[in-house]
């Protein structure tokens, strides 16, 4: 398969993540991708290939200017400075009331962020960007013809970063710009495998007729992101009925997810889209140390192969699996499947 890689994804390296007031190890690190990238390696069969870098109009499709810009800005700042100015900058407060005022940077760090994992570095911006190219290239790979396939090796992942928020180790939202891009040529539907609920595609695209947002992940009841990814939350507006949660409680295996994936598949037949964007996580293997399911790795050639039958042309983008051991063979295993090999 084609594959399009993030050039700058190692600029952003987080020193830890904040859970439960405690600073801990980052789960969402570059080593990630180099487990995959090996794993892919050796499998054969994958081509690897930078993207040109888009510009932030593009970015701007789908995510707020003031966000761009704010992540910009605070990157810039973070690199430029000397002495009292934090190299990593944390929320710490989050907007409160009927009409929140943001007024100085503290109160940014709040407003453009939804939790305590997802810090601002010297280089998050330009990593986040790097992804963003590497989506957009995929998706005019897609969109030209040129392939029928491809895979987005990036990190950090996209899926949890909201229009004007970023969250869950995301900053911007790589399926959801692979879907503007390709719903300018025809319905899409997003189909989110990653085992947390894909909570920005829905937000995004929620009032939309045009795309489809279906996910299949751990029930949110107890597991990120918490506030969304529930049954029945099924779109607003012209978009009532183009979104699909479909929440598995915690420990579910290959006999649960097989027919939850089957609905989440029959949904996006339904809906008869001309192209699919596949947000693919490998959080729900029973290795991960986050995610709760317990998929085994040979489940995800299947997984693959069951997607495969759609027939449609296809981007997948990179998002969680954080067992370094599993996550490449998992990778490996999903892309044999779709690719049919
Ligand atoms: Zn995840």
Redesign the pocket.
């Known amino acids: 398969m084609r594959v399009i890689l993030n050039p700058k994804q190692d600029a952003h390296v987080p020193p830890g993540e904040i859970e439960n007031g405690e600073v801990i190890p980052c789960y969402e690190r570059p080593e990630r991708l180099t487990a995959i990238r090996t794993a892919l390696e050796a499998a054969g069969g994958h081509t690897f290939e930078e993207p040109p870098v888009c510009t932030e109009d593009a970015v701007a499709s789908v995510h707020d200017p003031a966000y761009i810009v704010y992540l910009r800005e605070t990157a810039a700042e973070i690199r430029r400075s000397r002495g009292s100015t934090p190299k990593v900058q944390w929320p710490t407060v989050f907007p409160y009331g009927p009409s929140p005022r943001a007024g100085g940077n503290r109160a940014l760090r709040g407003q453009f962020c939804f939790d305590t994992y997802t810090p601002v570095l010297g280089g998050t911006f330009a990593a986040a960007l790097g992804g963003a190219s590497a989506a957009l290239h995929a998706a005019e790979l897609i969109a030209s013809g040129t392939a029928k396939q491809v895979y987005v090796l990036t990190r950090p992942?996209g899926h949890h970063a909201e229009r004007d928020r970023c969250g869950?180790y995301c900053y911007f939202n790589h399926a959801a710009l692979v879907a503007e891009r390709l719903a300018k040529l025809g319905r899409v539907a997003v189909l989110d495998l990653?085992?947390?609920h894909g909570n920005g595609a829905q937000h995004i695209f929620y009032d939309r007729g045009d795309v489809l947002t279906v996910s299949v992940h751990g029930d949110p009841a107890g597991l990120y992101p918490f506030f969304s990814g529930y049954a029945d939350e099924t779109g607003t507006g012209a978009g009532v009925g183009a979104n699909l949660n479909v929440p598995l409680p915690p420990g579910t295996g290959v006999k649960e997810y097989r027919p939850a994936l089957a609905t989440a598949l029959d949904a996006v037949r339904r809906f008869a889209p001309a192209f699919l964007v596949l947000p693919f996580?490998a959080?729900a293997h029973e290795a991960d140390p986050i995610?709760g399911l317990k998929l085994p790795t040979g489940y995800f050639r299947e997984m693959g192969a069951a997607v495969r039958e759609l027939g449609l042309p296809t981007v997948v983008t990179q998002?969680?699996?954080y067992n370094l051991d599993a996550l490449g063979p998992c990778v490996a295993e999903v892309l044999r499947g779709l690719e049919g090999v």
Request: no cysteine.
């Open positions: 992942p869950g990653d085992v947390h996580g959080d995610g998002e969680g699996g």
